[in-house]
Nanobody, 119 residues
Framework: VQLQASGGGMVQAGRSLRLSCAAS????????MGWYRRAPGKQRELVAE???????TYADSVKGRFTISETKDKNAWYLEMARLKPEDTAVYYC??????????????WGQGTQVTVSK
């Protein structure tokens, strides 16, 4: 599965931004779709993820502000980011947990997209 993230940019605090992740390849094997981020000087962290069954998980820092969604064919998923804060500044990566065979699962990563939030 190949992933292509897009939609990053520079915005002022309080504004919104939408990230997109386009998937290609064996997308039927995707079981979890997610977004991670890495802020300067920090480790990569989970932002949000959604399972193929529609169960969502969010980092506490983004709950109520960010929303993850996906197309039913799992060819794309999105991260709607509202009320952005300067601390949301990071490189955002989309991810896909892929399970091509029972008992086998691994994570694929897209390239990062920079999100910069100014005060």
């Amino acid at each position: 599965v190949q992933l292509q993230a897009s939609g990053g940019g520079m915005v002022q605090a309080g504004r919104s931004l939408r990230l997109s992740c386009a998937a290609s390849g064996n997308t039927v094997s995707i079981v979890v779709m997610g977004w991670y981020r890495r802020a300067p000087g920090k480790q990569r962290e989970l932002v949000a993820e959604i399972t193929s069954g529609g169960i969502t998980t969010y980092a506490d820092s983004v709950k109520g502000r960010f929303t993850i969604s996906e197309t039913k064919d799992k060819n794309a998923w999105y991260l709607e980011m509202a009320r952005l804060k300067p601390e949301d500044t990071a490189v955002y990566y989309c991810s896909a947990d892929v399970s091509p065979l029972a008992g086998i699962q691994y994570k694929n990563w897209g390239q990062g997209t920079q999100v910069t939030v100014s005060k």
